[in-house]
């Protein structure tokens, strides 16, 4: 069964950059289109990203295109989030998910297993 964990949240100021990296073990990653996902306290989860099993497609959620990059590395088992411009709005629990099946879509029904999250807090 595959497994994920988050790393590199944190508190940031408006404007600032984190990098997010979620390190997969179980499994080989190479098999799973991976999503990036996050929520906010009263709100659903909602899809921020995803790529597809090799890298060479993503997808984002319109409010992080141009901000946020998704990229992956087969060989160490990791996908990364790189958030720059970071907005209040961004604060959120983000979680990272794996998807048996070939998807491109942020659609939380579609991904199989999940990490514990990790908080990404925005303020001045």
């Known amino acids: 069964q595959l497994q994920l964990v988050e790393s590199g949240g944190g508190l940031v100021q408006p404007g600032g950059s984190l990098r997010l990296s979620c390190a997969a073990s179980?499994?080989?990653?190479?098999?799973?289109?991976i999503g990036w996902f996050r929520q906010a306290p009263g709100k659903e989860r909602e899809g921020v990203s995803c790529?597809?099993?090799?890298?060479?497609?993503?997808n984002y959620a319109d409010s992080v295109k141009g901000r946020f990059t998704i990229s992956r590395d087969n060989a160490k088992s990791t996908v990364y989030l790189q958030m720059n411009s970071l907005k209040p709005e961004d604060t959120a629990v983000y979680y990272c998910?794996?998807?048996?099946?070939?998807?491109?879509?942020?659609?939380?029904?579609?991904?199989?297993?999940w990490g514990q999250g990790t908080q990404v807090t925005v303020s001045s």
């Open positions: 790529i597809g099993r090799s890298g060479g497609n993503t």
């Open positions: 998910a794996g998807a048996r099946i070939t998807t491109m879509r942020l659609t939380v029904s579609e991904y199989d297993y």
């Open positions: 179980g499994f080989n990653l190479e098999y799973y289109a």
